[in-house]
């Protein structure tokens, strides 16, 4: 089983603001990264460490953390941000990475 | 820039050893970044299996620990994964990917387009 939790689905209208979370005890220590995956394609990064976004990725998205859950929310959600996203960050002994389940977003 | 490029053979028997090769191209493999391999059985979500540095030191999903290999060839700048008795429910798309580590802030940030394994007699 996963150490770190994800909802498996939430929507979200067009032009609306979408928060994902990611819910782990490693969470408390170690920042988590953000995966955007569209069927048939490889994963993207677009979000890591305290809130970076790598060269390319739109700024409507964002990343936060408090405690043992981090965020990525999607302000003014595209239609073209319908993807399924995955966390990543370190396991409990902070050796070895893990990904969440994932979330499949529904641009309504 | 930097690009990836996973190959090996897109069928393996029952028991067998899976074996992947990921091509590192546009940048040396011997940097401050760890190379990484990733799985992802159809229709469900990512699986990390394990890294490598160019130094050779390695990390494993203990899950996939007794099974899996992975080594790095500075030389020809590549990295491979060997994943020995393999069952149906190793078939999945096999992804390389390169694992940038900056203090804190680890991240998966340049992919391979992936290849698709199928383990089957």
């Known amino acids: 089983s996963s150490e770190l939790t994800q909802d498996p689905a939430v929507s979200v209208a067009l032009g609306q603001t979408v928060r994902i979370t990611c819910q782990g005890d490693s969470l408390r220590s170690h920042y988590a990264s953000w995966y955007q995956q569209k069927p048939g394609q490889a994963p993207i990064l677009v979000i890591y460490g305290k809130n970076n976004r790598p060269s390319g990725i739109p700024d409507r998205f964002s990343g936060s953390s408090s405690g043992n859950t981090a965020s990525l929310t999607i302000t003014g959600a595209q239609a073209e941000d319908e993807a399924d996203y995955y966390c990543n960050s370190r396991d409990s002994s902070g050796d070895h990475r893990v990904f969440a389940t994932g979330t499949k977003v529904t641009v309504l | 820039q930097v690009q990836l490029q996973e190959s090996g053979p897109g069928l393996v028997k029952p028991s067998g050893t899976l074996s992947l090769t990921c091509a590192v191209s546009?940048?040396?493999?011997?940097?401050?970044?760890?190379w990484t391999w990733v799985r992802q059985p159809p229709g469900k979500g990512l699986e990390w299996i394990g890294e490598i540095y160019h130094s050779g030191s390695t990390n494993y999903n203990p899950s996939l620990k007794s099974r899996v290999a992975i080594s790095v060839d500075k030389f020809t700048n590549q990295f491979s994964l060997k994943l020995t008795s393999v069952a149906a429910a190793d078939t999945a798309m096999y992804y390389c990917a390169r694992d940038q580590r900056v203090v804190g802030q680890d991240a998966f940030d340049i992919w391979g387009q992936g290849t698709m394994v199928t383990v089957s007699s």
């Open positions: 546009g940048g040396s493999i011997s940097t401050s970044n760890w």
